[in-house]
């Protein structure tokens, strides 16, 4: 049985040096290399509507294609960018609010005149305090007219 392992190791061994030689040689090169052109002058023409068959199926069978992740990857990275300039605005903002003094934050600086009706004067009322009375004052007469069409 040693001898038969031998003769087997020997016969590999040859033609290995045999195959590596023929494989490095400038004839087998050529050789592979019109192989190959020929091949893809034959395949070239089946290649799209390969493709597009592809895309049907993987279509059909609700599968997504490497095109939509690619579109998919392409709205994430903007979703992304668009946060990093969204934090980076907030950090400046939040630059800004820590170097405001405490008592200059304290005092309201914006005013705005607001007039409910011709009868009353006008008043000066911080920009939020304004909005928030606007909007309570339609609720009320809101309230106030649906309760006169009722009676």
């Known amino acids: 049985m040693e001898k038969m392992r031998e ?10 040096k045999y195959l590596i030689e023929t494989v490095n040689s400038e ?3 050529k050789a592979s290399g019109a192989a190959l052109n020929s091949y893809l002058n034959v395949a070239a023409p089946l290649k799209e509507p390969a493709e597009q068959a592809l895309l049907r199926t993987l279509e059909q069978l609700h599968i997504p294609s490497s095109s939509d992740f690619a579109g998919l990857a392409g709205r994430i990275t903007n ?3 668009q946060l990093d300039n969204a934090d980076a605005k907030l950090d400046r903002i939040e630059k800004l609010l820590t170097t405001i003094p405490l008592s200059a934050a304290a005092e309201p600086t914006q005013f705005r005149t607001r007039a ?3 009868a009353e004067t006008q008043t000066k009322v911080p920009l939020r305090a304004g909005r928030a009375a606007k909007r309570a004052s339609t609720a009320k007469s809101r309230l106030n007219g649906a309760g006169k069409g009722k009676k």
Request: zero cysteines; hydrophobic letters at 35%; a negative charge.
């Open 7 to 16: 003769l087997r190791d020997a016969y590999l061994e040859t033609w290995s």
């Open 27 to 29: 004839s087998y090169a």
């Open 116 to 118: 409910t009706s011709k």
């Open 79 to 81: 979703i992304e960018m």
